[in-house]
């Protein structure tokens, strides 16, 4: 088996594990408590782990050591939140709304993206259609969404450092992303028409 095939299904094996710890956790948070904001956080990164493992191979990928990292940490620092006894900052159907609408995002911009969809900052083909006309990261927007909603209804200072380490790592990868398509004629053609990273009018 080929180096890079390996990477591929160990990327494919670590996504797996995280998942897996993720959803102990978080099921078993819901059994205690009824909340449903960890529930909507643990659908969101399911369908990660799906698309993993069908994506296509890329044309281009950013194999660099920054890459790799902020990839790595994006990815993995979710599965270190944990839930709170206690109640949150806001009613659990107040962040489990701000939650269902980060995983609508979610679901729209991988649902667009299909087997385009990666881990790594790669080219897998320019999509410039569907919630992809109002952001260029509307997938990332999504988990923001449900990172902070989850923050809100587990209010502790672990979780804080987590989502701030998570979705540093995350915007830093976004850029990693737009920083390798480049190149490509037809994603600086999109940039022109499109020029919202996460969040339009901010950023």
Known sequence: MSRERLGELASRVVVAALFTALLINLFGD???????????LLASEALVVVLTVVRRR????????????????????????????????????VTALISA??????????LTLGRSFGIAPANRGVVARGPYTVVRHPIYAGYLLTHIAFLAAHPRGWNLAVVLVADTAL??????????LAS????ETYCRRVGWHLVPGLF
Request: no cysteine; hydrophobic share 50%; glycine share 10%.
């Open 101 to 110: 609408v980060g995983l609508t995002l979610i679901i729209a911009g991988k």
């Open 30 to 40: 819901f059994q205690r408590t009824g909340r449903i904001t960890g529930l909507l």
């Open 171 to 180: 915007v830093l990868r976004a850029l990693l992303e737009e920083r390798l």
């Open 184 to 187: 490509d004629v037809d994603y």
């Open 58 to 93: 890329a044309s281009l990928v950013d194999r660099s050591i920054t890459a790799a990292t902020m990839t790595s940490i994006s990815i993995g620092a979710p599965a270190m939140l944990r839930s709170l006894a206690a109640g949150g900052l806001m009613p659990d159907m």
